[in-house]
């Protein structure tokens, strides 16, 4: 047992260590939430081991250890967020877990809730001008990690450098039918039309070249598991894709879904691995998929 100990605070949880094992397992016995909450309550510094503070989450705990759990302010304020939870959180960047059915921003109800709404009102709720930059969208009924800025000028560095700065984000997917090939490369050209579809060519047609990468995880007769890499980040991408070899994801009537089975959108950003934009540190944040993907897809 470590020495290095202080008294615990009055706003602290405190647990005493019963056998050994690393940090995060440890945290998600003792705290009843999320994993990815467990992780955002870890990066922010809340969590002191024998009266250190720490973020690591695979630091070895030894039998008779004290690991103490603040419940301070921005535990308050994120419990608060409607729609989604902190995964990480510094003077630069906001990493979130976003769930289906929210909005990364407003469109046309500037009223409602979304994303960059929340956000907002929790970073004010430290000092009313603080604020947040939208880096990436993610669409409405896709849940998983996206990324925001905390400044203007990281936002512009992010976006000016996105290949640089993001070296992936990957996607679970549970589409229609059986997939026969273990893996697939689909590589075509991308428009939108005015009425907001974005539609695939085969060959340059003046749009957006687009590339997605897949490995068949598991499938049953009616769904398939995939994981999917971007290698471009084009609106609609895996959607129209998917569409494109005959498998749409599941409950995307737009790009020809006739199933909806789970009653959301079956696509999840499930990583994405980021060069910090100061500290040039690489990052990688994952969101475990929604268990109803892999429930249907057995």
Request: no cysteine; net charge positive; glycine share 6%.
């Amino acid at each position: 047992m470590r020495n290095n100990s202080k008294p615990p605070t009055q706003q602290a949880a405190v647990f005493n260590v019963q056998k050994e094992q690393t940090l995060l397992p440890f945290l998600l016995q003792a705290v009843p939430k999320s994993r990815n909450a467990v992780k955002g309550i870890l990066s922010r510094g809340q969590v002191s081991v024998n009266g250190v503070p720490t973020t690591q989450h695979d630091l070895s705990l030894s039998i008779g250890d004290k690991v103490e759990i603040m419940t301070n302010q921005a535990a308050k304020n994120d419990s608060e967020l409607t729609g989604l939870s902190i995964m990480y959180e510094d003077d630069a960047i906001i990493v979130i877990d976003k769930e289906a059915g929210l909005l990364s921003m407003a469109a046309k109800d500037k009223k409602e809730v979304t994303a960059f709404s929340e956000l907002s009102s929790y970073v004010k709720k430290t000092n009313r001008s603080n604020r947040v930059f939208i880096v990436h969208r993610l669409d409405r009924e896709t849940s998983g990690v996206m990324l925001f800025a905390k400044t203007e000028e990281v936002k512009k560095f992010l976006q000016d450098n996105w290949e640089e700065s993001v070296q992936e984000r990957g996607y679970v997917a549970l589409v229609e039918g059986k997939v026969r090939n273990e893996t697939g490369e689909i590589i075509s050209w991308l428009k939108e039309t005015r009425t907001f579809k974005v539609y695939s060519n085969p060959t340059d047609n003046g749009g957006q070249k687009a590339i997605t990468r897949y490995k068949l995880l598991q499938a049953s007769a009616q769904f398939s598991l995939l994981e999917l890499r971007l290698e471009t980040g084009r609106k609609n991408q895996i959607r129209v894709h998917m569409e494109e070899i005959g498998h749409p994801v599941v409950g995307d009537k737009k790009y020809g879904a006739s199933t909806n089975p789970i009653k959301r959108l079956g696509l999840h950003a499930v990583k994405l691995t980021i060069i910090h934009p100061l500290t040039k540190e690489q990052h990688t944040f994952i969101s475990d998929p929604p268990t109803s993907f892999y429930k249907k897809s057995k």
